[in-house]
Protein backbone atom coordinates (compact mmCIF):
# COMPACT_ATOMS: atom_id res chain seq x y z
CA UNK A 1 0.00 0.00 0.00
CA UNK A 2 2.90 2.33 1.02
CA UNK A 3 4.63 1.62 -2.09
CA UNK A 4 1.76 2.23 -4.12
CA UNK A 5 1.51 5.55 -2.55
CA UNK A 6 4.99 6.39 -3.42
CA UNK A 7 4.34 5.69 -6.12
CA UNK A 8 1.71 7.81 -7.11
CA UNK A 9 3.27 10.34 -5.54
CA UNK A 10 6.45 10.31 -7.42
CA UNK A 11 4.30 10.21 -10.26
CA UNK A 12 2.52 13.03 -9.52
CA UNK A 13 6.49 15.02 -8.55
CA UNK A 14 7.41 13.57 -12.35
CA UNK A 15 4.68 15.44 -13.99
CA UNK A 16 4.58 18.90 -11.70
CA UNK A 17 8.45 18.86 -12.19
CA UNK A 18 8.60 17.95 -16.09
CA UNK A 19 5.57 20.55 -16.40
CA UNK A 20 8.73 23.71 -17.30
CA UNK A 21 10.15 21.44 -19.93
CA UNK A 22 7.22 21.22 -21.41
CA UNK A 23 7.19 25.20 -21.41
CA UNK A 24 10.74 25.24 -22.33
CA UNK A 25 10.47 23.00 -25.54
CA UNK A 26 7.82 26.23 -27.14
CA UNK A 27 11.14 27.83 -27.19
CA UNK A 28 13.53 25.26 -28.55
CA UNK A 29 11.39 23.04 -30.62
CA UNK A 30 14.98 20.94 -31.59
CA UNK A 31 14.76 20.21 -27.58
CA UNK A 32 13.54 16.84 -27.52
CA UNK A 33 14.19 14.59 -24.44
CA UNK A 34 11.63 12.47 -23.05
CA UNK A 35 8.85 12.71 -25.53
CA UNK A 36 5.52 13.53 -24.11
CA UNK A 37 3.08 12.79 -27.19
CA UNK A 38 0.19 15.07 -25.61
CA UNK A 39 2.61 17.91 -24.71
CA UNK A 40 3.85 17.67 -28.66
CA UNK A 41 0.46 17.65 -30.08
CA UNK A 42 -0.63 20.49 -27.87
CA UNK A 43 2.28 23.18 -29.72
CA UNK A 44 0.38 22.80 -33.45
CA UNK A 45 -2.85 22.73 -31.87
CA UNK A 46 -2.33 25.56 -29.98
CA UNK A 47 -0.72 27.89 -33.20
CA UNK A 48 -3.84 26.57 -35.36
CA UNK A 49 -5.92 28.23 -32.84
CA UNK A 50 -3.76 31.17 -32.82
CA UNK A 51 -4.23 31.76 -36.50
CA UNK A 52 -8.08 31.27 -35.94
CA UNK A 53 -7.95 33.91 -33.46
CA UNK A 54 -6.26 36.46 -36.03
CA UNK A 55 -8.57 35.60 -38.57
CA UNK A 56 -11.53 36.18 -36.20
CA UNK A 57 -9.91 39.42 -34.78
CA UNK A 58 -9.61 40.21 -38.73
CA UNK A 59 -12.73 39.47 -39.66
CA UNK A 60 -14.26 41.31 -36.54
CA UNK A 61 -12.30 44.73 -37.32
CA UNK A 62 -13.29 44.32 -41.40
CA UNK A 63 -16.87 44.19 -40.21
CA UNK A 64 -16.97 46.85 -37.34
CA UNK A 65 -15.21 49.01 -40.17
CA UNK A 66 -18.22 48.31 -42.90
CA UNK A 67 -20.37 49.31 -40.14
CA UNK A 68 -18.94 52.32 -38.83
CA UNK A 69 -17.80 53.86 -42.13
CA UNK A 70 -21.06 55.12 -43.06
CA UNK A 71 -21.94 56.47 -39.87
CA UNK A 72 -18.63 58.46 -39.56
CA UNK A 73 -18.78 59.32 -43.18
CA UNK A 74 -22.24 60.44 -42.60
CA UNK A 75 -21.06 62.82 -39.41
CA UNK A 76 -19.05 64.76 -41.73
CA UNK A 77 -21.64 67.15 -42.56
CA UNK A 78 -23.00 67.64 -39.22
CA UNK A 79 -19.49 68.29 -37.83
CA UNK A 80 -18.84 70.91 -40.53
CA UNK A 81 -21.70 72.45 -39.47
CA UNK A 82 -20.83 72.72 -35.51
CA UNK A 83 -17.27 73.72 -37.02
CA UNK A 84 -19.12 76.57 -39.21
CA UNK A 85 -21.38 78.03 -35.89
CA UNK A 86 -17.97 78.61 -33.92
CA UNK A 87 -16.48 80.02 -36.69
CA UNK A 88 -19.42 82.40 -36.89
CA UNK A 89 -19.58 82.67 -32.75
CA UNK A 90 -15.93 83.66 -33.34
CA UNK A 91 -16.59 86.39 -36.13
CA UNK A 92 -19.43 88.00 -34.30
CA UNK A 93 -17.71 88.14 -31.17
CA UNK A 94 -15.09 89.68 -33.10
CA UNK A 95 -17.31 92.54 -34.63
CA UNK A 96 -18.84 93.08 -31.85
CA UNK A 97 -15.70 93.77 -29.52
CA UNK A 98 -14.41 95.81 -32.53
CA UNK A 99 -17.69 97.56 -32.65
CA UNK A 100 -17.40 98.00 -28.66
CA UNK A 101 -14.20 100.55 -28.69
CA UNK A 102 -15.95 102.28 -31.92
CA UNK A 103 -19.50 103.91 -31.00
CA UNK A 104 -20.98 100.49 -31.49
CA UNK A 105 -20.59 100.92 -35.85
CA UNK A 106 -18.90 97.96 -37.37
CA UNK A 107 -16.17 99.15 -39.77
CA UNK A 108 -17.34 99.79 -43.17
CA UNK A 109 -19.87 102.38 -41.77
CA UNK A 110 -17.50 105.12 -40.04
CA UNK A 111 -14.97 107.27 -41.34
CA UNK A 112 -10.85 106.16 -41.14
CA UNK A 113 -10.63 109.04 -38.73
CA UNK A 114 -12.67 107.12 -36.49
CA UNK A 115 -11.08 103.96 -36.66
CA UNK A 116 -13.49 102.40 -40.00
CA UNK A 117 -12.73 102.51 -43.69
CA UNK A 118 -16.03 104.22 -44.69
CA UNK A 119 -13.65 106.85 -46.57
CA UNK A 120 -10.82 104.37 -47.45
CA UNK A 121 -8.69 105.27 -50.48
CA UNK A 122 -9.17 102.81 -53.60
CA UNK A 123 -6.44 100.52 -54.03
CA UNK A 124 -4.39 100.68 -56.80
CA UNK A 125 -7.82 101.20 -59.26
CA UNK A 126 -10.13 99.50 -57.54
CA UNK A 127 -12.77 99.86 -54.48
CA UNK A 128 -10.66 97.62 -51.64
CA UNK A 129 -13.53 98.12 -49.49
CA UNK A 130 -15.81 96.41 -51.60
CA UNK A 131 -13.74 92.94 -50.91
CA UNK A 132 -15.02 90.86 -48.35
CA UNK A 133 -11.36 89.94 -47.23
CA UNK A 134 -10.02 93.24 -46.84
CA UNK A 135 -13.30 94.15 -43.84
CA UNK A 136 -12.88 91.01 -42.36
CA UNK A 137 -9.09 91.91 -42.01
CA UNK A 138 -9.70 94.98 -40.30
CA UNK A 139 -10.85 92.93 -37.60
CA UNK A 140 -7.85 90.65 -37.49
CA UNK A 141 -6.79 91.93 -34.00
CA UNK A 142 -10.40 90.46 -32.83
CA UNK A 143 -10.36 87.15 -35.11
CA UNK A 144 -7.41 85.81 -33.79
CA UNK A 145 -7.08 83.60 -36.73
CA UNK A 146 -7.78 84.13 -40.10
CA UNK A 147 -8.49 80.43 -39.89
CA UNK A 148 -11.59 81.25 -38.56
CA UNK A 149 -13.16 82.65 -41.52
CA UNK A 150 -12.61 79.08 -43.57
CA UNK A 151 -15.94 77.07 -43.48
CA UNK A 152 -14.64 72.89 -43.36
CA UNK A 153 -18.20 72.35 -45.22
CA UNK A 154 -17.11 74.98 -48.48
CA UNK A 155 -16.31 72.51 -51.02
CA UNK A 156 -18.50 73.25 -53.87
CA UNK A 157 -19.01 75.82 -56.24
CA UNK A 158 -15.98 77.43 -55.61
CA UNK A 159 -13.92 78.88 -58.36
CA UNK A 160 -11.01 77.58 -56.47
CA UNK A 161 -10.51 75.55 -53.99
CA UNK A 162 -10.89 76.94 -50.48
CA UNK A 163 -7.51 77.94 -49.39
CA UNK A 164 -7.32 78.35 -45.87
CA UNK A 165 -5.30 80.76 -44.28
CA UNK A 166 -2.93 80.58 -41.05
CA UNK A 167 -1.54 84.26 -40.38
CA UNK A 168 -2.77 87.83 -41.20
CA UNK A 169 0.31 88.29 -42.98
CA UNK A 170 1.46 88.57 -46.87
CA UNK A 171 3.35 85.48 -46.92
CA UNK A 172 2.86 82.50 -49.75
CA UNK A 173 2.26 80.34 -47.21
CA UNK A 174 -0.93 80.73 -45.58
CA UNK A 175 -0.90 84.66 -45.29
CA UNK A 176 -4.48 85.79 -45.64
CA UNK A 177 -3.18 88.97 -47.40
CA UNK A 178 -1.39 87.32 -50.09
CA UNK A 179 -3.01 86.87 -53.28
CA UNK A 180 -3.36 83.36 -53.20
CA UNK A 181 -5.58 83.84 -50.39
CA UNK A 182 -8.07 86.46 -49.20
CA UNK A 183 -10.87 85.73 -50.82
CA UNK A 184 -9.98 82.49 -51.58
CA UNK A 185 -9.78 81.69 -47.90
CA UNK A 186 -13.54 83.57 -47.07
CA UNK A 187 -16.52 80.99 -46.74
CA UNK A 188 -19.32 83.83 -44.93
CA UNK A 189 -20.49 87.34 -46.52
CA UNK A 190 -20.81 90.30 -44.69
CA UNK A 191 -24.30 92.30 -44.13
CA UNK A 192 -23.32 95.79 -45.15
CA UNK A 193 -26.20 96.95 -42.83
CA UNK A 194 -25.61 95.24 -40.19
CA UNK A 195 -26.05 97.80 -37.26
CA UNK A 196 -26.47 98.04 -33.58
CA UNK A 197 -29.78 99.62 -33.58
CA UNK A 198 -30.79 96.57 -35.73
CA UNK A 199 -30.05 93.72 -33.66
CA UNK A 200 -31.09 90.64 -35.74
CA UNK A 201 -29.84 92.30 -38.99
CA UNK A 202 -27.70 89.99 -40.77
CA UNK A 203 -24.42 90.79 -40.05
CA UNK A 204 -22.53 87.24 -41.69
CA UNK A 205 -23.57 83.96 -43.13
CA UNK A 206 -22.85 80.92 -45.16
CA UNK A 207 -21.85 82.00 -48.86
CA UNK A 208 -24.18 79.76 -50.63
CA UNK A 209 -27.25 82.45 -50.74
CA UNK A 210 -28.01 83.13 -54.03
CA UNK A 211 -28.13 87.04 -54.95
CA UNK A 212 -30.47 88.58 -57.26
CA UNK A 213 -28.80 91.77 -57.67
CA UNK A 214 -25.42 92.23 -58.31
CA UNK A 215 -23.80 95.70 -58.31
CA UNK A 216 -26.30 97.04 -55.93
CA UNK A 217 -26.46 100.90 -55.08
CA UNK A 218 -25.55 101.37 -51.44
CA UNK A 219 -25.71 104.34 -48.48
CA UNK A 220 -22.63 102.68 -47.30
CA UNK A 221 -21.12 103.72 -50.49
CA UNK A 222 -20.03 100.20 -51.26
CA UNK A 223 -21.49 98.74 -54.85
CA UNK A 224 -22.63 95.33 -53.23
CA UNK A 225 -24.57 92.28 -53.96
CA UNK A 226 -28.12 92.20 -53.34
CA UNK A 227 -31.15 89.82 -52.72
CA UNK A 228 -34.03 92.00 -53.79
CA UNK A 229 -36.44 92.02 -50.64
CA UNK A 230 -36.72 95.10 -49.35
CA UNK A 231 -39.15 96.88 -46.82
CA UNK A 232 -42.54 95.95 -47.77
CA UNK A 233 -41.70 93.36 -49.86
CA UNK A 234 -42.65 89.39 -49.67
CA UNK A 235 -39.33 87.21 -49.74
CA UNK A 236 -39.83 85.42 -52.44
CA UNK A 237 -40.07 81.51 -52.76
CA UNK A 238 -37.11 81.30 -55.14
CA UNK A 239 -34.63 82.80 -52.82
CA UNK A 240 -32.85 79.74 -50.58
CA UNK A 241 -29.92 77.97 -49.79
CA UNK A 242 -27.99 76.39 -52.18
CA UNK A 243 -26.73 73.10 -51.84
CA UNK A 244 -22.79 73.92 -51.89
CA UNK A 245 -22.22 74.06 -48.13
CA UNK A 246 -24.21 72.45 -46.04
CA UNK A 247 -26.99 71.10 -47.92
CA UNK A 248 -29.60 73.18 -48.57
CA UNK A 249 -29.42 75.13 -45.26
CA UNK A 250 -26.60 77.10 -43.63
CA UNK A 251 -25.69 79.34 -40.41
CA UNK A 252 -26.58 83.15 -39.88
CA UNK A 253 -25.00 85.35 -37.78
CA UNK A 254 -27.08 88.51 -36.44
CA UNK A 255 -25.53 91.57 -35.31
CA UNK A 256 -26.13 90.79 -32.12
CA UNK A 257 -24.15 87.44 -31.85
CA UNK A 258 -26.82 84.73 -32.68
CA UNK A 259 -25.87 82.32 -34.90
CA UNK A 260 -28.93 80.05 -36.31
CA UNK A 261 -28.75 76.94 -38.31
CA UNK A 262 -31.70 77.26 -40.43
CA UNK A 263 -32.80 76.06 -43.75
CA UNK A 264 -34.46 78.10 -46.66
CA UNK A 265 -37.89 78.72 -45.28
CA UNK A 266 -35.53 79.88 -41.92
CA UNK A 267 -33.38 81.83 -44.46
CA UNK A 268 -36.10 83.76 -45.67
CA UNK A 269 -37.91 84.56 -42.35
CA UNK A 270 -34.37 86.08 -41.36
CA UNK A 271 -34.54 88.53 -44.52
CA UNK A 272 -37.93 89.22 -43.81
CA UNK A 273 -37.71 89.83 -40.23
CA UNK A 274 -34.54 92.30 -41.31
CA UNK A 275 -36.81 93.62 -43.98
CA UNK A 276 -39.17 95.07 -40.93
CA UNK A 277 -36.44 96.44 -39.63
CA UNK A 278 -36.11 98.41 -42.74
CA UNK A 279 -32.36 97.35 -43.69
CA UNK A 280 -31.71 96.82 -47.11
CA UNK A 281 -29.76 92.96 -48.02
CA UNK A 282 -26.83 94.26 -49.15
CA UNK A 283 -24.09 91.76 -48.63
CA UNK A 284 -20.18 91.53 -49.83
CA UNK A 285 -19.48 87.92 -50.88
CA UNK A 286 -15.71 86.22 -51.45
CA UNK A 287 -17.12 85.78 -55.23
ZN1 LIG B 1 -21.11 77.10 -42.93
ZN1 LIG C 1 -26.98 98.98 -48.86
Request: with cysteine; hydrophobic share 40%; charged share 15%.
Amino acid sequence: MKDENRAFESSVKTKVSRAPLSRSRFADPSHSPNPMKTSQHSIPSRQAFTRLELIVVLCTLALLTAVAWPVLASNKPRADRIACVNNLRQIGKAFNSWASDHGDWNPWLISTSAGGNQDYPNGAGSLIRVEVWFQFSWVSNELGSPKVLADPGDTNGRPGPLQVATSWDEYPSGGFLNGAYGNNAVSYFIGLHAVFARPQSLLCGDRNVPITAKNALCVTTIPCDAISAGPGTVVPLSIGWTNAVHGENGNLLSNDGQVRQVGSAGLRKALDSDATDGAPHHFLFPF
